[in-house]
């Protein structure tokens, strides 16, 4: 019996579709199937990029001895977390509770309703030194307990229900005010590493929003700790192993407190996040190193993952080529590094990037992770830059690490917004060029008003996901203040009608909207204010619904913020860093706005100039209007104040230097 995944999309499932397990993709035939037999449900969620799917994909799923378990006495059923996030999201805050800790691989067990009664995360194939156990161990048990002991599964697997539908509610209604802004700054600059930057220990993650919302309140207080915090962060991810020194832009995490050794898969939303917090530390700072390394992940994002043709995002680029190589297109041995190069040029990376007989990697001692021990010496930059080209090119004739060419439409509006920034602060043109034409693909070809915005680009089904809609309207007016052209401010204006008509409950937006949630879990609604490892979709809805009133003036969508806001922000003091988008839409309440008016011709000249200057300026709380008008002039505003009109680049620039607002007493 062959399974079910081969005529699937996502690319996830089609890498399943040869493996001797009978799986089933997420639907009603898998639940109905299982309802038929009896049987207990496998349910596996992962994702393309994911290094330990691959591993207990190869280990386990294709090995005959595992299938004929699953197959005499399991119903599988295999998720991409990527195409189902609805999906995802609900079962692993069953397993978090189980056994307190999530993701992926996530191994859920289910009852053919859909309740989760056991769970885990990777299993070995066999029991391993941690204590972990045995997968054909842990399948022999849990199909025993399904039939043995009937009464004590359908009590877990009740309780558990009864928890996963407290968890996804996160709303908690709260006063916006200056002191719940306060403690949300403390409490993410707590977990801050004094001595390697970041937030916490190993592992790290890139905390692209809680930088960008600490260099905000920097920029208002002028707080010594909060520029720390920024600099030392950004520079340490800079020079660690997390960033890819050849190619550009970001791995997804590093296994270690130093950000020396990443897990080396690429994601689209990691790289999103990161591009506008360099950007905005290049703005605010002007340092050459947050310049270069902004220009890195658009390199790589160009070359890599984006298509300018048909213009798209990708989601993300595998950390391996094969089963068990542990990032080895990534890593380089002394002697691999010594044959891509002249003498000189190895003993400049040799000593800049820490090549040494041993590097970094367990599965192969002698592969080295390249990381910025040390600087050029004065004279050895000409042979570094043409070390780093030369180890480019020789990497690019490995094989590849696969990339997943699938267009998520909220990632892809992430991105584009991000590009948009950095075609402005960069002085890229392209950049903006491909984040509109991203934008116009959206708006034709996902979009739909009476159903919102799909969830893959070009593909109807599935849709009706907050974050979608959300980041496209976030963009769309990126796109407006990059363009001045109404139309996006239309199109933003759209997106949020139909998330309120779509998306409202009591406490905020729920991540699915109403009538399209299903059965068993799915059918409990989820109201998240935290980001994980996205911004949350109720932080990015009110940064949009502020951005709109400050576009806009009408009273309407600010009525809208606060409403929403006082519906979920009374979590923000428990979220810490994964409440920086939250807390920089509060900001926005309790903060004067800058406001950038710039009229004149379209083309070269004087306004075109001050609209560039406008988009290049670092505001925590800015938004930018071009107009058309006869002569060039600029205004700007800082709450309810503004200048005298200026007509030229030079006035505006001195201008924007000393207009900081001031907080509102």
Not at 37 to 53: F, K, N, Q, S, T
Not at 411 to 425: D, K, P, T, V
């Amino acid at each position: 019996m062959p399974n079910h995944l081969a005529a699937e999309s996502s690319p996830y499932l089609k890498s399943a579709a040869h493996q001797p397990v009978h799986w089933y993709p997420w639907g009603d035939a898998a639940f109905a199937r299982a309802r038929e037999l009896d049987r207990p449900i496998l349910l596996d969620i992962g994702a393309v990029w994911c290094h330990w799917c691959h591993v207990m994909d190869g280990e386990s799923y294709e090995q005959p001895d595992v299938a004929e378990i699953l197959n005499e006495g399991f119903v599988a059923i295999k998720v991409d977390r990527d195409e189902r996030p609805d999906v995802d999201q609900r079962y692993q805050r069953a397993v978090q509770a189980l056994s307190g800790q999530g993701g992926w691989p996530l191994t859920a067990f289910l009852t053919p309703d859909g309740d989760v009664f056991f769970g885990g995360t990777y299993f070995p194939p066999e029991k391993n030194p941690y204590g972990q156990p045995g997968f054909g161990s842990v399948l022999r048990q849990v199909d025993r307990a399904y039939r043995t002991e009937r009464a004590r599964v359908a009590r877990s697997a009740a309780a558990l229900r009864r928890h996963v539908a407290g968890s996804l509610d996160e709303a908690e209604r709260g006063e916006p005010n200056a002191a719940l802004l306060a403690q949300a700054t403390d409490a993410m600059g707590r977990p801050f590493d004094v001595r390697y930057g970041g937030f916490g220990t190993a592992p790290k993650f890139p905390a692209g929003a809680a930088v960008e919302f600490l260099l905000a309140r920097w920029f208002d207080e002028r707080t010594d700790w909060m520029r720390e915090v920024v600099e030392k962060t950004l520079t340490a991810m800079a020079r660690g192993g997390i960033r890819d020194h050849l190619g550009g832009g970001f791995h997804r995490y590093s296994v270690d407190e130093r950000w020396i050794v990443p897990h080396f898969e690429k994601l689209i939303y990691d790289n999103a996040q990161l591009l506008s917090a360099y950007c905005s530390a290049y703005a605010a700072f002007g340092t050459p190193l947050f310049a270069e390394v902004a220009e890195g992940i658009v390199t790589w994002v160009l070359e890599v993952l984006s298509d300018r043709s048909q213009p798209a995002f990708f989601s993300s680029q595998d950390a391996d080529v094969t089963f068990g190589d542990d990032g080895d297109y990534w890593t380089w041995t002394q002697d691999e590094a010594r044959r891509a190069l002249s003498d000189e040029e190895f003993h400049v990376v040799e000593r800049v990037f820490d090549i040494g007989p041993e590097g970094e990697m367990h599965h192969n001692a002698a592969k080295n992770v390249l990381w910025r021990r040390a600087d050029p010496a004065p004279g050895e930059e000409a042979a570094f830059r043409g070390a780093v080209a030369k180890l480019n090119e020789a990497r690019d004739r490995r094989p590849r690490p696969q990339v997943d060419t699938t267009a998520y439409v909220g990632w892809n509006g992430m991105m584009a917004g991000a590009f948009l920034r950095a075609g402005a602060i960069l002085d890229r043109p392209e950049c903006t060029t491909l984040a509109l034409g991203v934008l116009e693909r959206l708006w034709d070809e996902a979009w739909n008003e009476t159903e919102g915005m799909a969830h893959v680009l070009g593909r109807p089904e599935p849709r009706g996901f907050l974050d979608d809609n959300v980041h496209a309207a976030a963009a769309f007016l990126d796109a407006y203040e990059a363009t001045g052209a109404a139309s996006w401010l239309a199109r933003a204006r759209g997106a949020m009608s139909y998330v309120a008509r779509a998306h409202s409950g009591d406490g905020g937006f729920f991540d699915v909207a109403t009538g399209r949630r299903g059965a068993a879990y799915l059918a409990t609604p989820a109201t998240t204010v935290q980001d994980a490892p996205t911004p949350s979709g109720n932080g990015v809805a009110a940064l949009v619904l502020a951005r709109l009133w400050a576009l806009t003036g009408e009273p309407d969508w600010r009525e809208r913020l606060e409403r929403q806001l006082g519906a979920v922000v009374g979590a923000l003091p428990r979220l810490g860093i994964h409440g920086a988008t939250l807390a920089q839409a509060l900001d926005w309440v309790l903060h004067p706005v800058t406001r950038i008016e710039v009229g004149g011709p379209t083309g070269p000249g004087p306004a075109c100039a001050m609209h560039l200057l406008a988009l290049q300026a670092y505001r925590p709380r800015k938004v930018v209007l071009r107009e058309a008008a006869v002569a060039a002039r600029a205004v700007v505003c800082v709450g309810t104040t503004c200048s005298l009109p200026v007509d030229s680049p030079p006035a505006l620039a001195a201008m924007l230097h000393v207009a900081r607002p001031q907080p509102t007493p």
